[in-house]
């Protein structure tokens, strides 16, 4: 006779259809696949921006910057944008204020001398753009906006010249924008005279 079966249940009878139970014992942990992306949208990016402006771009806004007037020129003035700022190339600033009822200008109250002077005179102590506009505050005045006129006049904003406290030697501040300056510059080569001829065209 022929040896006993190796199994004692035959095997079912197979079926048209797959089982539905996996070829694998056990499912893989973790997904083969990432997240899928975002869906990308019908609509454009938005356009570019402009051209970047000549300001630097260390987070400060154009509109931050300020002219500081030399305190007997106002034909020389430098941009400032930093707020705590006491010097421009290697020249201390002193606070310069126009009172808000009639714009006039002024570096002291009573006197320009130690006491009077808005920063000092003999000891002077160089101010910050946010320490001149607490001072001009205390005063009922601000930073001075008039733009300077056609030409060096004594004691008129925004650099006061001739109003003592040896701030003439100095920078001052002003709340005039740096945009300014072309315009002042303009003038320079109208009524600042020189003391060499002009070029020849």
């Known amino acids: 006779p022929t040896e006993t079966p190796t ?7 197979p079926t048209d259809m797959p089982t539905e139970t996996p070829t694998t014992s056990e499912p893989t942990a973790t997904t083969t696949t990432l997240t899928p992306t975002e869906s990308p949208t019908d609509a454009p990016t938005d356009a570019p921006l402009a051209l970047p402006t000549e300001t630097p771009t260390d987070g400060t806004a ?10 007997n020129n106002v034909f020389d003035s430098q941009c400032v944008c930093d707020p705590f700022a006491t010097s421009v190339n290697g ?53 001075c906006t008039t733009p300077p006129p056609p030409a060096n006049v004594w004691g008129l904003s925004p650099n006061c010249r001739g109003k ?30 020189t003391d060499k001829p002009t070029v020849v065209p």
Do not use: M
Not at 7 to 13: F, I, S
Not at 64 to 71: A, F, I
Not at 105 to 134: D, H, M, V, W, Y
């Open 7 to 13: 199994t004692a249940t035959p095997t079912e009878t």
């Open 62 to 71: 154009a509109s931050d910057c300020v002219l500081v007037y030399r305190g």
């Open 91 to 143: 020249v201390f600033i002193a606070p310069t204020c126009c009172r808000n009822s009639d714009g006039v200008c002024f570096r002291s109250i009573g006197k320009a001398n130690q006491n009077g002077c808005l920063a000092g005179k003999k000891r002077f102590q160089p101010t910050n753009r946010l320490q001149t506009e607490l001072l001009c505050a205390d005063h009922d005045a601000t930073l």
């Open 164 to 193: 003592g406290c040896k701030y003439d030697t100095k920078y001052v501040w002003s709340a005039i924008p740096c945009s300014a300056r072309r315009r002042t510059d303009a003038l320079a080569a109208t009524w600042a005279p």
